[in-house]
Every structure is written in C-alpha cells, then in structure tokens.
C-alpha cells in the first residue's frame, strides 16, 4: 500500500517559510537587511573566488567560496534577526523570561518569582555564578520585589552569590540584546551538583509559600492563632 502524504501542519511550517517569515519580520525594524546579506554574499564569494583565479584554481574556489558565502550570510542573517527581535520585545511584559528561556544549558530558570499589580517582575536563573535575580519593569517599584525575594530565599539557602540583574536602556541597566551575554559573563563559583541542591530548596520554597493558607482581610485585635484542637473532656 502507497503511504499517505502527511499533510502540512500549520504550526509547524517549513525551513524556507520559516526563513522568509523571519525575514519579513526582521525588515520591519531593519529595512536595510536585504543589502546586507546580499552584499555579505556576493563580497565573501568574490574574494573567494579572486583567490582562486590567483591559484590557478578558480573552480575548486568557487565552490568553497560559494559554501563559506552562504555560511557568513546566515551568520550575519541571524545576528540581525535576533537584534531585531530582541528590539521588537523591549519594553513588554515577560520579555526578559523570554531570553532567559533560549539559554538551553547552564541555568535552571524560573520565571516570575515576584510579581505585582503593575506587571514588574522578577525572574530567577540558578547556575554556576549562583543565584541571579532578573528584573523587569519600573526601577523604583521592583526594588521591593527584589528586597522580598531574596528575604525569602535567605530562609533556605546560604553562602551563595546573589546577583541583580535590572533589564532595561537607563543607567545601571541591561538592555535586553544583552542580557544573555551578561549572565554568561558572570564569575562561575559553584559545582554542578550544588546548583541542583539550591534549585530543589528553592522550588521547595515555592511550592510551600504557594500552599501556605492565607487569612481573608485584616485579623481582629487580640485574635491568637489556633494551635491546635483540644482534646474533649469525659
């Protein structure tokens, strides 16, 4: 029996419709993209096969330049396109989880830890360099959030680096194109078996401040907490 064509799943389209999705997305904050690649192609293959003619072997040339062309384009492609994404995200909400989220190893990310009305928010990363707070959202407002989460984490670990990371384009700040770059830059100070152990205490944190009940409303005068049934007399 002849097998069944698979039809094209709309989620998941192909190489080249990606590639041409990318780039329309790219050239709305990046007009001059198709230049660059265009010349990026055509320089690297000219001065490939120049050196060819030179050596008396223009064709063998030609062919490797015609492939190392083509892999300094997608390079360039690639840089652009994800500056021009990384541009298109600034600013939004979630937009730092996001980056931290494409780092595929090194780090165990946990997105907003802390969160408020507003929308400012605070992620953690878990790696070698230790813990690393990332923050998002008005400077002023997130610096409590900040202030809170880590009197949280000082509960269940200690001895380990904290760094503050506050996304954004003022003074201090980490622009967003950067981010990555900047976690990776950090000092790395801790084996790969403490990292998980910190992790596991800190999910472990979560998962009981999720789970604490929390009273309704403000609690009358003089109250006192239960601590426990009494037992009934005979």
């Not at 192609?41 to 063998?60: E, Q, W």
């Amino acid at each position: 029996m002849a097998r069944k064509k698979k039809k094209a799943d709309p989620e998941n389209p192909g190489r080249l419709r990606q590639i041409g999705l990318t780039y329309k997305m790219t050239r709305r904050s990046d007009r001059w993209i198709g230049w660059v690649i265009g010349g990026v192609f055509l320089g690297t293959f000219g001065v490939v096969l120049a050196i060819g003619f030179l050596i008396g072997h223009p064709i063998y040339l030609g062919i490797l330049g015609f492939l190392v062309a083509l892999l300094a384009t997608a390079i360039v492609f690639g840089r652009r396109a994800e500056r021009a994404a990384y541009g298109q995200m600034e600013g939004q909400p979630g937009a730092a989880a996001a980056v931290l989220e494409n780092i595929k190893r090194g780090f165990v990310i946990t997105p907003a830890v802390a969160i408020n009305r507003s929308q400012d928010v605070v992620h953690r990363a878990v790696g070698k360099c230790g813990i690393v707070l990332v923050a998002e959202g008005n400077p002023n407002r997130v610096k409590g959030l900040l202030a809170a989460e880590k009197r949280k984490m000082a509960r269940v670990v200690t001895d380990v680096p904290v760094h503050d990371i506050m996304v954004g384009r003022e003074e201090g700040q980490v622009p967003l194109g950067k981010l990555r770059s900047k976690l990776m830059k950090l000092p790395r100070v801790l084996p790969g078996a403490r990292i998980t152990e910190i992790n596991d205490r800190l999910r472990a944190m979560g998962d009981l401040m999720k789970n604490m009940p929390v009273p309704k409303g403000p609690m009358p005068k003089g109250m006192r907490m239960p601590k426990g049934q009494m037992p009934k007399g005979r």
